[in-house]
């Protein structure tokens, strides 16, 4: 991790995105007080990844009663 100005920041743009594009890490400082962290980019988890939205619902169990039903349920119960 390396800690800049931001005056030197101003000035070094292009270093500063070449060192963070190697992985490394910046810490852009103020009068000694760090104001802001540059690092590199994560990549997104491809979608594919991800599980399904639609095989999470086909594995929850069917809803036999209806909403209203079930809201009244709740709160005879106080849970709700």
Do not use: C, W
Request: charged fraction near 30%.
């Amino acid at each position: 991790m390396q800690n800049v100005s931001l005056s030197d920041a101003k000035a070094k743009l292009g270093g500063i995105v070449r060192l963070v594009e190697a992985g490394e890490e910046v810490v852009i400082t103020r009068r000694g007080q760090p104001i802001a962290r540059v690092i590199p980019e994560i990549a997104a988890t491809a979608a594919d990844d991800l599980p399904s939205l639609a095989a999470f619902r086909a594995k929850q169990p069917p809803q036999v009663e209806g909403a209203g039903e079930l809201v009244r349920h709740m709160r005879d119960q106080d849970r709700y």
